[in-house]
C-alpha cells in the first residue's frame, strides 16, 4: 500500500508539473540556442547507466539545471517498477536527460512511435490510480520517424541509438564461461576489481565503461607509469564492444561486477567482466578463493 501510494503521489505531483508548463507553451518547450552538455548526475536514478554520460539542457521539459531535472525525474522512478513497457525508461530519458551529441545544437527528441508505445501500455496503470498521461508527454508533439529521432529498443527503424549496438555475437570478455575464467585467468590479469558501473559509452568501435564510487582492487599487478595512466582515466575499455553483444551490460547497470584486464598503451582492457547475479555471501566466498591463489 505505501508503494502504490508513493506512485500516485510521484504521478500527481509530475503531471502538475507537466500541465503547468504546458499551459505556458502550446508546443514542445523550445530550446535556448545556448544549451549546454552536462555529466547526467549519479543520483539520477531514473537514468544513471543509460548508455551515455552527458545531458544536454536545458532538457526537453525545460528544466534548466542536473539539479532540477534530477529532482523532478526522480517522481517517475516508481512507474518503472510497474514493468509497463520495456521502453519507458527510455523514453523518459529522452525527456528528462536526452543524451548531448557534440555534432547537434538541440537534444534528439523521442520518436513518436517510441512515445505511442510507452503511452498505450503505461497509460492504463497510471488511470487506475486516476491519473492521465501529461500534457507535455502528448505524443502529437514528437517527430514521425522522418526528422532524427530516439526509437524504441525494437523499432524497425532506429534513426538514433543511445545505447550501445548489439551484435549477433557474444563478447568474449562478457561470455557465459566468463565466471569459471575469471578464476583461472586471475593470475595471469594485471589488474582485477570488484566494482559497480556507474555507466557506459561507446568510443568508436570500442565501449568506454566508467565504475561508479570507489572499486576494491583484488589484484594490481603493473608499474607506477601504468598506474598513473589508470588514475587519469578511470575507466575500463571493452575493445570492439559495439561489434558484439555484452549480456552484464544490458538492462539496468545494478548490483557487483568483478573485472579482469591489462593496460595496454596507457588503457585498462577488459579481459573478462562478469556481474554477480547470486548472494553477497557467495561472491565474498568466491572473491576469498580467488586471493587465496599463490600467483
Not at 16 to 38: H, I, L, M, N, Q
Not at 252 to 279: C, F, H
Amino acid at each position: 500500500m505505501v508503494y502504490v501510494y508513493s506512485l500516485c503521489v510521484c504521478v500527481l505531483m509530475l503531471s502538475v508539473v507537466c500541465r503547468s508548463r504546458a499551459d505556458e507553451d502550446d508546443g514542445p518547450v523550445s530550446t535556448p540556442a545556448r544549451s549546454v552538455c552536462k555529466p547526467v548526475p549519479n543520483t539520477m536514478h531514473l537514468c544513471s547507466g543509460i548508455g551515455y554520460r552527458e545531458m544536454r539542457l536545458p532538457n526537453l521539459l525545460g528544466h534548466e539545471s542536473p539539479r532540477e531535472a534530477q529532482q523532478q525525474s526522480a517522481a517517475w522512478t516508481p512507474l518503472l517498477g510497474k514493468h509497463c513497457h520495456p521502453d519507458a525508461r527510455r523514453f523518459l530519458c529522452a525527456l528528462f536527460a536526452p543524451v548531448c551529441l557534440p555534432e547537434l545544437a538541440a537534444p534528439v527528441r523521442p520518436c513518436r512511435s517510441l512515445c505511442e508505445a510507452v503511452r498505450d501500455a503505461c497509460l492504463p496503470v497510471m488511470s487506475a490510480f486516476g491519473f492521465p498521461w501529461p500534457e507535455m508527454f502528448n505524443c502529437s508533439r514528437f517527430p514521425d520517424g522522418s526528422d532524427l529521432c530516439v526509437p524504441g529498443e525494437r523499432d524497425p527503424v532506429r534513426a538514433v541509438t543511445t545505447d550501445t549496438p548489439k551484435g549477433s555475437v557474444v563478447c568474449e570478455v562478457c561470455s557465459q564461461e566468463a565466471e569459471t575464467e575469471i578464476q583461472q585467468n586471475f593470475c595471469s590479469s594485471q589488474f582485477a576489481f570488484r566494482l559497480r558501473i556507474g555507466s557506459f559509452s561507446p568510443d568508436g568501435s570500442d565501449v568506454r565503461v566508467v565504475p561508479q564510487g570507489r572499486s576494491r582492487v583484488l589484484r594490481w599487478e603493473t608499474g607506477p607509469q601504468e598506474q598513473q595512466a589508470a588514475m587519469e582515466q578511470s575507466a575500463l575499455w571493452l575493445l570492439e564492444g559495439r561489434s558484439c553483444s555484452c549480456r552484464a551490460l544490458e538492462g539496468r547497470l545494478t548490483g557487483s561486477y568483478i573485472a579482469l584486464g591489462d593496460m595496454q598503451n596507457g588503457r585498462m582492457l577488459l579481459k573478462r567482466l562478469v556481474r554477480w547475479s547470486r548472494e553477497e555471501k557467495e561472491l565474498k566466498k568466491f572473491i576469498r578463493t580467488l586471493l587465496r591463489q599463490a600467483c
